[in-house]
């Protein structure tokens, strides 16, 4: 076992946090898939409730800004029948000296069972589940550039879903990879799931160093990348990136690797697009791909629900487990 | 201060690399200094005699970088706290940074320091001075009135220098007085922001990163210019493998330049801050195994002439964030000789040189007037044993900062007597 998984799971291999999906295997990302498919039905039906976190406490606790992803965890959380707690911690909460450990050990003081934590610093959701509240289900919500593994879990499941699986897959993720917790999070859950290629597709200051130690393979070219893929995932480009010399413009990013309707040619004919959100329309994809029948966009968002159902009820019931056993 | 006893110690192994001597034989020592190798003087009569069979005798450890947390950090450590692990690694001279608060920027701070540690007594304490006022990379500091203060060297700390123009006025300064200038190479833009090495371990973490460039680009940098300027340039820590390559390419030349590296540099990589192990967030960033493997030769072979602890003690909270916002740096001056020690197990440098790596190789670097162990020489000396071992741990480190990636490890290696001017500062 890598410490990783050591930190996430509990003896029997159960889920007990959910931080990252280094060192989860192909079986429990497979779980959480099929745990996912019954609660997709679950939104379907006229009450949208199951009773599985009845009597839990879920605190949400974005230390960033998110809607989307906010959102989807506390419907989750909810349909669920959790209580939900959703605590606006603000930059100023940091200004007024609070360390983040103090901050979380108070919430933990008010029986919260679980923690959806989303944080600006790489390493937040591990350092919380290994030095402040082991003892709460942390569910990592996004942490710096580091991971957002319900995201990709999301992914995983809209491609499952539309392309039946992942054996023989090429999948070309296209964008900002250097800043995108979304990238490394997908690379590591497709490689587990074993895509026949994942693929990175940026120019060189979009890429970290040594990306290629993480199993995919490197192009600088949007028609060589998209050659033959059967998914094309775009980032996101935050604007802030003119501003520290990495891109001249948005016009030239969008022309070399923008998303349209001619690039997407040089993917399979049935090829999906994915998008992580929220959407730049005409920097990083075209208008008419995003809402395109390629497009699952859409789909992801409402997948997004099911999955994050998934993980807080497969975390919940590991970390019980592991706390009625060491009592 | 405790009265000075009369000593003999015996039956050691004496390791001397600034006479060269390795021989079993007894040291004599009367009034802070050593009046006897071998043969006691006429008439002598020890007060105590201490049995060193089995033991290696050696000159006193010299730390280039230590933080003493005092003055301005006292939450991280004291003078006394410090020096006292000092003594108990065998170091009984150090240099202190000038980034303390205040600032070592003006003579009042050096007395401050250096008194302080006069009063604890347990390692002779040089503060290196700030370069410029403030650390603040405009003005030049007051450096002949540092020097006269008792600095031998001047530093701005990680702290960059405005423009290159600066530094050129900072060095042909320095080098009016013969001040050594004290480098931590580090270009300030390509650094800024990131806590890990650029490669694969902070590219998975998602840490922003520190190219080797901006350290390289830096060495190059102070080499163009100390030759134009005539400064006794010295690296501190430099962490990667082509900076070792570029200062022995300087050397070649003629250049007059030392550099020192951390110990955990030679011990660690990037590897170690795998999971966001906040105890192995260092400054320089901990490097690849390649570096690793470079700065090891270049100790060897004598690029690097010393080893330092760039011991930074740090209170429990400063570890205790996500990685990126703990403060950087290991607790380091216990474990300093059984972290060289591992060298020579491991074949990169014999006893002797390692040995040589902490005390004549930062002597010279400094320009101190040791004698080693010869008669009339000060008795500063470290008396361990090279084979027994013991358990890093919050227990067994004195240091306030129990801050290092070691705990837990046992190791061989183990001081069992320091000597200042003939006292016994530290005793197993």
């Given at each position: 076992m890598t410490a990783d998984s050591q930190l996430q799971l509990n003896s029997k291999g159960q889920?007990?946090?959910?931080?990252?999906?280094?060192?989860?295997?192909r079986a429990l990302l497979t779980e959480i898939l099929d745990t996912t498919d019954s609660f997709v039905s679950v939104g379907e039906q006229?009450?949208?409730?199951?009773?599985?976190?009845?009597g839990k406490v879920v605190a949400n606790l974005f230390f960033e800004a998110s809607t989307r992803t906010r959102t989807t965890f506390e419907l989750a959380a909810k349909r669920l029948s959790a209580d939900v707690l959703n605590i606006n911690i603000s930059t100023s909460a940091t200004s007024k000296g609070e360390s983040l450990k103090d901050m979380l050990q108070n919430l933990e003081a008010m029986a919260c069972d679980m923690f959806v934590v989303r944080h600006a610093q790489s390493g937040a959701a591990h350092f919380i589940a290994q030095q402040?509240?082991?003892?709460v289900a942390i569910i990592n919500a996004g942490d710096g550039r580091h991971a957002h593994p319900t995201q990709a879990m999301l992914d995983m499941y809209t491609i499952r879903r539309h392309k039946?699986?992942?054996?023989g897959l090429v999948v070309a993720i296209v964008g900002d990879?250097?800043?995108?917790r979304v990238a490394r999070s997908e690379i590591q859950a497709l490689t587990t799931l074993g895509v026949a290629e994942v693929r990175v597709v940026a120019p060189k200051t979009l890429l970290p160093t040594?990306?290629?130690?993480?199993g995919v393979s490197v192009f600088h070219s949007l028609k060589e990348g998209l050659r033959d893929a059967d998914v094309v995932m775009t980032l996101r480009l935050q604007k802030e990136r003119m501003h520290s010399a990495l891109l001249p413009s948005e016009h030239e990013f969008y022309k070399r690797y923008g998303l349209s309707r001619d690039s997407l040619g040089?993917?399979?004919?049935?090829a999906v697009v994915m998008h992580p959100g929220p959407i730049n329309r005409g920097v990083e994809i075209e208008s008419e791909v995003a809402d395109g029948?390629?497009?699952?966009i859409l789909k992801q968002v409402n997948y997004g629900i099911a999955v994050r159902m998934a993980v807080l009820s497969m975390t919940m019931s590991g970390q019980m487990a592991t706390r009625i056993k060491s009592s | 201060m405790t009265s000075q006893l009369k000593l003999s110690i015996t039956g050691g192994r004496v390791i001397d690399p600034f006479t060269s001597r390795d021989e079993i034989i007894d040291i004599h020592i009367a009034e802070g200094r050593?009046?006897?190798?071998?043969t006691p003087p006429p008439g002598f009569q020890p007060d105590r005699i201490i049995d060193a069979r089995n033991l290696i005798v050696s000159p006193g450890f010299i730390d280039l970088s230590a933080r003493l947390?005092?003055?301005?950090f006292a939450q991280k450590g004291t003078i006394h706290s410090e020096t006292a692990a000092a003594a108990k690694g065998g170091v009984t001279f150090l240099c202190c940074p000038p980034d303390s608060r205040p600032v070592v920027d003006s003579p009042a701070v050096v007395k401050l320091i250096c008194d302080r540690s006069q009063q604890t007594g347990f390692c002779q304490v040089n503060p290196i001075a700030a370069l410029t006022q403030g650390l603040e990379g405009e003005q030049l500091s007051a450096m002949a009135a540092l020097q006269e203060a008792g600095c031998v060297a001047v530093s701005n700390s990680w702290?960059?220098?405005?423009n290159n123009q600066i530094l050129r006025r900072c060095m042909e300064y320095a080098a009016t007085f013969g001040l050594r200038l004290f480098v931590n190479a580090q270009d300030a833009s390509l650094a800024a922001g990131g806590c890990a090495h650029e490669g694969l371990v902070a590219t998975r973490l998602g840490l922003p990163a520190i190219p080797e460039s901006a350290e390289t680009i830096a060495v190059i940098t102070h080499l163009l210019l100390a030759e134009q300027t005539g400064v006794r340039l010295h690296f501190s820590q430099i962490s990667a493998g082509k900076s070792a390559q570029l200062i022995a390419q300087a050397q070649r030349q003629g250049l007059a330049v030392s550099a020192d590296v951390a110990i955990h540099q030679l011990l660690l990589s990037?590897?170690?801050?795998?999971?966001?192990?906040?105890?192995?967030?260092c400054q320089p960033p901990l490097r690849s195994l390649r570096d690793q493997d470079e700065l090891r030769q270049a100790l060897a072979d004598g690029t690097v002439q010393a080893v330092c602890s760039d011991h930074r003690p740090h209170e429990h909270a400063a570890k205790s964030e996500p990685f990126a916002e703990t403060a950087p740096g290991i607790s380091s001056l216990e474990t300093l000789l059984p972290l060289t020690l591992k060298l020579v197990e491991c074949g990169v440098l014999s006893l002797n040189t390692a040995l040589q790596r902490l005390t004549q190789g930062p002597a010279q670097v400094l320009g101190l007037p040791c004698a080693g162990i010869?008669?009339?020489?000060?008795?500063d000396l470290t008396v361990f044993s090279p084979t027994e071992s013991w358990e890093i741990n919050a227990d067994t480190?004195?240091?306030?900062?129990?801050?290092?990636?070691?705990?837990g490890e046992t190791v061989a290696g183990k001081v069992k007597l320091t000597l200042l001017m003939g006292r016994v500062v530290y005793e197993d």
């Open positions: 889920l007990r946090h959910f931080l990252s999906l280094n060192g989860l295997n006229a009450v949208k409730k199951v009773p599985l976190l009845r402040v509240c082991p003892d039946g699986g992942f054996a990879i250097l800043h995108s040594d990306i290629e130690g993480l040089f993917a399979k004919p049935d029948v390629q497009s699952l | 050593i009046v006897g190798v071998h947390g005092e003055p301005g702290l960059p220098i405005k990037e590897q170690n801050i795998d999971h966001y192990n906040a105890l192995s967030h010869s008669v009339g020489a000060t008795a480190l004195i240091s306030a900062g129990k801050n290092t990636p070691f705990l």
